[in-house]
């Protein structure tokens, strides 16, 4: 199964961005799916993720009301919408495929994308 990330860029504090990760595999709706991210010198932290059916999300403390995940099954692609970006949103961020809330289970992980955030 191959991720690829995509929208990442650079955005002043308090902008937007839609994150998008396409899936190579027909079995994309049997995953739960999500995204972590890494800042420099931090370790990989879990974001959000989603379900296999888009019936549950999880979102971590830190980004909940601000980010939004959902997924198009018909399309193999789940997205991130990041609104009201903070400074500390700044990291790459990972796609992954899984399964387990909060995927804490982890079979695929994708090509990170940079997300920095100017204040």
């Known amino acids: 199964v191959q991720l690829q990330a995509s929208g990442g860029g650079l955005v002043q504090a308090g902008g937007s961005l839609r994150l998008s990760c396409a899936a190579s595999?027909?079995?994309?709706?049997?995953?739960?799916m999500g995204w972590f991210r890494q800042a420099p010198g931090k370790e990989r932290e879990f974001v959000a993720a989603?379900?296999?059916?888009?019936?549950?999300?999880y979102y971590s403390d830190s980004v909940k009301g601000r980010f939004t995940i959902n997924r198009d099954n018909a399309k193999n692609t789940v997205y991130l919408q990041m609104n009201s970006l903070k400074s500390e949103d700044t990291a790459v961020y990972y796609c992954?495929?899984?399964?387990?809330?909060?995927?804490?289970?982890?079979?695929?992980w994708g090509r990170g994308t940079q997300v920095t955030v100017s204040s």
């Open positions: 992954a495929a899984g399964s387990s809330a909060r995927l804490s289970v982890v079979y695929f």
């Open positions: 595999t027909r079995t994309f709706s049997t995953y739960t």
């Open positions: 989603i379900t296999y059916n888009g019936g549950t999300t």
